[in-house]
């Protein structure tokens, strides 16, 4: 299996350096040549672990890692770092199934990738011969910085260094960053927004000079952004998980058609569900939610994308989004994977903030449902989902549970539908609490943790407990353009 970029087939690559590189030279995303079918027949999987399933399914996609690599890859991510050997559980509440991906260290959906991405990158560096040290650079508003940090922390042939914006994360997000462990990892808040941090790792990414004076130290940098397809390809891993689950109860018949809904940003989370579909799992509709950046929704009711609009910071922040990067998987896609054609629309995207497809693609969309949920919509879905069943959705996934009752209305399918639930409400507590009674706002944050656990009877995850008490590491603070220094203090160079 070869992957070429989304803006030039002729470049192609294996698995693991398409893990390496991150992006394609010319700004594209690697795609993998064709989708495989998968092998297993459902029975089978029915009687799977989630490591196993895992196994069955990213051999397919990553055919340059020996069975042993693979399997080891699995087996260091997908342990006691989860605070269940399900993984991922399936939680049937009233007639919708939650897929919980937030059982892993960071309480977030973005575990499931970065809990072994950094394990794919080292092999696939072993793979393709490289001697030097992987550093990774990441700017954060909040989520990513943290589960990547913990999804690198001690991984021995790697650093990683993450920059936030000091006055523009939660203090819960903060506290969680600042006390990570281990010594090969690095904090710094830095005295301006996200953009200017993004900025700044970008500007680290291309300087020539930088990248010279690493090698020399016996450095290189890659990155741990969504769109790395060693990101990607783990996401496809829960759908297959969920539906053999469901067999396996006795919900479904092998074969049997289900529906997703999946809460949206930057489009890597459904896409991976599209792609299990392609791999011939039975999926009818993806049900694509936004919060009220609504860019995809406009995106599937028009045929246009256009992020010449507000940004909205809403309560669920890891959606606000106005450039869903892994989109352009899917034009590609429907562009009858025309390089040429998806070029000429990232083009416009990135000149004029817009593009629109052909009636020819769009009619190739109709398995997609997009629609969006307003504030009041959320926290109306966290409020009566509480009240009629005791069961407590987090912000982005009441987005998602909200959009599917839309839809339900709408078109009066009852197909079981599996719902990715992609955060613990302890995440996001404040306006979770908020949203069930008005009246929890005066109280501090972690007085919501302990109302939380007295409502919901979920115990405090490891996750919040830890920062509680944990000392603070990581003290560094640095102006926007002292980044490169600090980079340089930390490898010592
Ligand atoms: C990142 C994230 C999303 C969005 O996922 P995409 O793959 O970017 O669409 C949704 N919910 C939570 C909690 C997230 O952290």
């Known amino acids: 299996m070869l992957y070429v970029s989304t803006r030039n087939d002729k470049e192609q690559v294996t698995a693991s350096q398409a893990i390496l590189k991150g992006l394609a030279e010319d700004g594209g995303l690697f795609v993998p040549e064709e989708i495989p079918a998968l092998q297993v027949p459902m029975e089978k999987l029915a009687g799977m672990t989630y490591q196993e399933t895992a196994y069955e399914v990213m ?32 939680k049937k509440v009233r007639d919708t199934y939650f897929l919980e991906l937030f059982h892993g260290a960071t309480i977030a959906f973005k575990d499931m990738a970065l809990s072994i991405l950094p394990h794919l990158m080292i092999t696939a560096a072993r793979k393709n011969q490289v001697k030097n040290d992987i550093v990774i650079l990441t700017a954060t508003s909040g989520d990513t910085g943290k589960a990547a940090l913990a999804g690198f922390a001690g991984v021995e042939g790697t650093k990683i260094i993450v920059f936030y914006p000091k006055d523009g994360v939660s203090p819960i997000q903060q506290k969680q960053m600042v006390t990570q462990q281990e010594d090969n990892t690095f904090v710094v808040g830095i005295c301006g927004n996200f953009d200017q941090a993004q900025t700044g790792v970008k500007q680290m990414f291309s300087d020539k000079e930088l990248e010279k004076e690493m090698e020399e130290a016996g450095y290189q940098f890659s990155s741990a952004n969504s769109i790395n397809i060693g990101r990607l390809v783990p996401q496809i891993v ?86 869903s990067s892994n989109l352009e998987r899917l034009i590609y896609r429907i562009a009858g994977n025309d390089p040429e054609k998806n070029r000429g629309l990232m083009k416009s995207l990135q000149e004029k903030g817009r ?124 102006e926007v353009d002292e980044m490169q220094r600090v980079v340089r203090e930390f490898l010592q160079m």
């Open 355 to 478: 593009y629109e497809i052909t009636e020819e693609m769009r009619s190739q969309l109709l398995e997609f449902y997009g629609n969006y949920a307003s504030e009041k919509e959320t926290s109306s879905m966290i409020r009566e989902t509480y009240r009629e069943s005791g069961y407590i959705l987090d912000t982005h996934t009441a987005v998602a549970a909200a959009v599917y009752q839309k839809y339900r209305e709408e078109t009066n399918d009852k197909t079981k539908t599996v719902l990715a639930s992609t955060a613990s409400p302890y995440k996001f507590t404040r306006s979770v609490m908020t949203a069930i009674d008005g009246k929890y706002d005066s109280k501090a944050d972690f007085e919501l943790v302990d109302e939380l656990a007295v409502l919901s009877g979920v115990k405090v995850p490891r996750a919040i407990e830890e920062i509680r008490t944990a000392p603070v590491r990581h003290k560094t603070v640095c």
């Open 59 to 90: 051999k397919l996609f990553l055919t340059d890692f020996t069975e042993e690599e693979l399997k080891q890859c699995i087996a260091k991510a997908y342990d006691g770092k989860f605070d269940t050997e399900e993984i991922a559980p399936l």
């Open 238 to 323: 829960y759908y297959v998980y969920a539906y053999a689950r469901m067999v396996q109860s006795g919900e479904i018949q092998a074969g049997e058609r289900i529906n997703v809904t999946v809460p949206t940003g930057n489009f890597g989370n459904i896409l991976a569900a599209f792609y299990a579909k392609n791999m011939g799992l039975p999926i009818g509709k993806l049900i694509c939610a936004s919060n009220e950046n609504k860019v995809l929704y406009d995106f599937f009711a028009t045929g246009a994308y256009d992020r010449n609009r507000e940004f909205v910071l809403t309560s669920s922040p890891s959606m606000d989004i106005l450039i």
